[in-house]
């Protein structure tokens, strides 16, 4: 069986309010997330998983806010002796602007997102301004992306799995690991959401949905699936993985 190290590495930030990552909870905190591109180092192919922002604030003040440095693209590849043309495969964990400014530079890849983010992002809905089809378009006309439709393997340690939780064509990535199964998650969470402070478990709540989501009551559901059948929960903005460079359990 083929594992892999998870390699996480910042390549964007937001500030924005607490709650829009934890539904109905902590409204009116500030808060910072990492924008991370996924690096997994293992297999016969280069796979990362997202590819950030175009271009990131760089900054001591953001740097200071998470604990850990922020790349630009080909900087975040080259700390693992990668180029943009190096890649193989990228998977799409959804196609909101942040997760896919720097398509256009994997020239050499197959590029994976469900069918529905595909949709979306040539005819959104206006409540949903995140998806922006220009950073597609150009690898759309080399003819690489490739469509996914339900859950599959991509190569032998890395499946995806549909998960509309955020956005409809949602896909978390599975990886095989050496301390077990990894789940990065295909929708915008923390850590917080997986695993609730006492505040919310008092209520009866095992999770907490994004501040956002396709349907809420069906996003906790689905968030409850993902939390059993992995050993490693990597959500998708978790903070504490901008101090880190793998993740691979013990």
């Known amino acids: 069986m083929n594992t892999y190290k998870i390699h996480p590495i910042v390549m964007g930030t937001k500030r924005f309010d607490k709650g829009m990552m934890t539904y109905q909870h902590d409204y009116g905190t500030p808060y910072i997330i990492p924008i991370y591109c996924w690096y997994l180092e293992g297999g ?19 740097e200071k806010g998470l604990g850990g440095r922020i ?3 080909e900087d975040g590849l080259a700390k693992y002796g990668l180029k943009p043309e190096d890649i193989d495969i990228v998977i799409h964990t959804h196609l909101h602007n942040d997760h896919c400014e720097n398509d ?3 020239v050499n890849a197959k590029i994976y997102a469900h069918r529905k983010e595909l949709e979306h992002i040539h005819n959104p809905h206006p409540l949903d301004f995140r998806y922006l089809e220009d950073y597609i ?6 003819g690489q992306i490739e ?12 499946r995806v799995k549909h998960t509309p939780v955020h956005t409809e064509g949602g896909l ?7 301390g077990g199964l990894a789940a990065i998650t295909g929708f915008c969470v923390i850590m917080e959401n997986f695993y609730p402070p006492l505040e919310v478990t008092g209520m009866e709540m095992e999770v907490i949905p994004p501040g956002t989501s396709v ?5 906790y ?4 699936e993902v939390k059993s059948l992995a050993d490693i929960i990597i959500p998708l903005h978790e903070p504490l993985f901008a101090k880190v460079d793998t993740v691979e359990g013990t």
Not at 221 to 224: A, V
């Open 71 to 73: 790349y630009t693209f």
């Open 147 to 158: 469509i996914i439709d339900s859950d599959c393997e991509i190569v032998p340690g890395i």
């Open 104 to 106: 256009y530079k994997c």
């Open 137 to 142: 378009e150009d690898v759309e006309d080399n």
């Open 215 to 219: 349907n809420t009551y069906k996003a």
């Open 221 to 224: 559901d689905i968030m409850l």
């Open 172 to 178: 978390t990535v599975l990886v095989d690991t050496k």
């Open 44 to 62: 016969d192919k280069t796979v990362i998983v997202d590819t950030g922002e175009m271009k990131p604030v760089i900054s001591d003040d953001r």
